[in-house]
T-cell receptor, first 113, second 111 residues
């Protein structure tokens, strides 16, 4: 069955380290998204992509970067991890700009010490 | 004013009861609407899209009121397994197809 996976599921890192979170989908969806979810804030968009080589900044993109070299993957990199980036990170995908419903991966819980 | 507003709850409801909650949105040009559910420590999952004519899926009914700019979710004959946080999602026409998320309404069904 087609799915969307994230790895690692849990990660503990230290302030200042570079961290990459993986997201892989097998639906062949054009659109992919990264969100973070914190208590009191709901889901906040970090970066998104509408296709290979396309990336766009969301509302909380500072300190994060993404790249889209193929349809299936959108890795999220924290350039220099900060304690404020401790959060739950969700990756999502949607079929196209006309089919907007998004489907989520299981999430990555990141703790920055 | 937030773009999408929901009563955070929690709504504590006895099993079998009917419960309804609303979600208001600020952009009158919004074109697509969804309800998602999120269980504790899990990912959001699409519950249903919301259509202008209203739509039903099992014990769930969703309605859209464009004039008053709100969508609603009605759960009939609620079950313990309906306990979750329900997220309202809206897509404004000028959002470059991004979804705007409400913070969620927490529902607790009690036996």
């Amino acid at each position: 069955d087609a799915e969307i996976t994230q790895s690692p599921r849990h990660k503990i890192t230290e302030t200042g380290r570079q961290v990459t979170l993986a997201c892989h989908q097998t639906w062949n969806h054009n659109n992919m998204f990264w969100y973070r979810q914190d208590l009191g804030h709901g889901l906040r968009l970090i970066h998104y992509s509408y296709g290979v080589q396309d990336t766009n900044k969301g509302e909380v993109s500072d300190g994060y970067s993404v790249s889209r070299s193929n349809t299936e993957d959108l890795p999220l990199t924290l350039e220099s991890a900060a304690s404020s980036q401790t959060s739950v990170y969700f990756c999502a995908s949607s079929e196209s700009r006309q089919q907007l419903a998004q489907y989520f991966g299981p999430g990555t819980r990141l703790l920055v010490l | 004013r937030k773009e999408v507003e929901q009563d955070p709850g929690p709504f504590n409801v006895p099993e079998g009861a009917t419960v309804a909650f609303n979600c208001t949105y600020s952009n009158s040009a919004s074109q697509s609407f969804f309800w998602y559910r999120q269980d504790c420590r899990k990912e959001p999952k699409l519950l249903m899209s919301v259509y202008s004519s209203g739509n039903e899926d099992g014990s769930f009914t969703a309605q859209l009121n464009r004039a008053s700019q709100y969508i609603s979710l009605l759960i009939r004959d609620s079950k313990l397994s309906d306990s979750a946080t329900y997220l309202c999602v809206v897509t404004p026409m000028d959002s470059n197809y991004q979804l705007i998320w409400g913070a969620g309404t927490k529902l607790i069904i009690k036996p």
